[in-house]
């Protein structure tokens, strides 16, 4: 038997379990249940549990209970062999070496990875400068224009020690005081991008809405974004991470609350290009269904996956609101767009 991290289940929690809160006091975690979707009560109830404590899953509805490897084929569905081989890629790291000096200046706050370098800091990045890991995610940042982007937070961070999150870019979330609530971590390395998820989630940390520090009032639309990064190039643009069909069970307890705050607001879902990603075209079918409002790619940018990618090809800082408003729909014209798409992707 191999030692499943934790950190790995966590993030497939997030993945795959809506309404998935976690309590610090009992360290549980509890969401609706992804087998039984708690029958009748859908949406209603959170009656699945996970207990890292004791690596065990169940559900108080339909009485499921597995142990944390069984838990992961069936939630996940992946082969065995898949599993096991993610596990095993998460054991180590072969990352490039870094210089072996001791940084003077650290950022010691536990809502952070281990060890935070500022990327704002002008001292920290001077003390860094000869390092290469600091170099890569300097020119990724450049490179997908981060430090321009219209709707950029305060800063980013990068840990070269933390044990889940060393060598990734750490994408904060903050609350409307400035404090950092939660953080994604983003790959930066090819090696690891192969050996761990792309993103990955804060362990213990409930989900908030990525830039909700930035929305101003001037004007009556929020945008809800699948990702943080996406999310930089609109304004009163916020990232829901993890986006589902259903958009009630996109939201966090957190984000659900924060979004009680932002009722004054119209929101418009963009997710990411209905021409080229099914998911996103049947993300926007199902939410189009549930009477939301959504922007829907022309077809003259189908060449693109997502907002970043419009920037970084055009270089451009910002997807203005109107240009998203001019192509946001509702109801049967947007189900007439969506309709356009399917017929003129299978000519
Ligand atoms: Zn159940």
Not at 32 to 61: D, M, Q, V
Not at 148 to 157: D, E, L, Q, R, S
Not at 186 to 200: H, N, P, Q, V
Not at 232 to 255: P, W
């Amino acid at each position: 038997v191999i030692p499943i991290p934790e950190d790995y289940i966590v993030q497939n929690l997030y993945q795959c379990v809506s309404h998935l809160t976690y309590n610090k006091h009992t360290k549980v975690y509890n969401g609706s249940c992804p087998f039984c979707k708690e029958g009748e009560s859908w949406g209603k109830k959170t009656r699945f549990f996970y207990i890292p404590r004791k690596e065990l899953a169940y559900c108080h509805n339909c009485g499921y209970s597995k142990k944390a490897f069984n838990f992961l084929l069936e939630l996940t569905g992946k082969p065995f062999n898949i599993i096991i081989n993610e596990i095993k890629s998460r054991e180590y790291d072969d990352v490039p070496v870094i210089a072996n000096k001791k940084p003077e200046v650290k950022v010691a706050t536990p809502s952070l990875p281990d060890d935070c370098i500022n990327l704002s800091d002008i001292s920290q990045l001077k003390f860094y400068e000869s390092n290469a890991i600091v170099k890569v995610c300097l020119d990724f940042i450049k490179s997908r224009r981060l430090n321009t982007a219209i709707n950029k937070p305060k800063t980013m961070y990068l840990s070269l020690t933390d044990f889940t999150h060393k060598n990734r870019l750490i994408i904060p979330f903050y609350d409307l005081e400035g404090n950092i609530v939660f953080y994604q971590s983003r790959a930066l390395l090819k090696s690891d991008s192969f050996k761990k998820e792309k993103y990955i989630s804060k362990v213990g940390g409930e989900k908030s809405l990525a830039g909700i520090e930035n929305v101003k009032s001037d004007t009556e639309h929020i945008f809800l974004l699948e990702g943080p990064i996406d999310s930089y190039f609109i304004k009163n643009g916020l990232a829901v991470v993890g986006i589902q069909e259903d958009s009630d069970r996109s939201f966090g307890e957190y984000q659900r609350n924060q979004l009680a705050s932002l009722t004054s607001f119209t929101r418009i879902w963009c997710l990411d290009n209905q021409w080229s990603d099914l998911p996103a075209f049947k993300k926007t079918s199902t939410l189009v269904d549930q009477g939301e409002k959504v922007f829907i790619w022309p077809k003259e940018l189908k060449k693109y996956k997502d907002f970043n990618d419009i920037c970084i090809d055009q270089g451009k800082d910002e997807i203005t609101q109107k240009f998203v408003l001019d192509n946001t729909f509702s109801g049967l014209t947007a189900k007439i767009k969506l309709i356009e798409i399917k017929n003129q992707n299978h000519e």
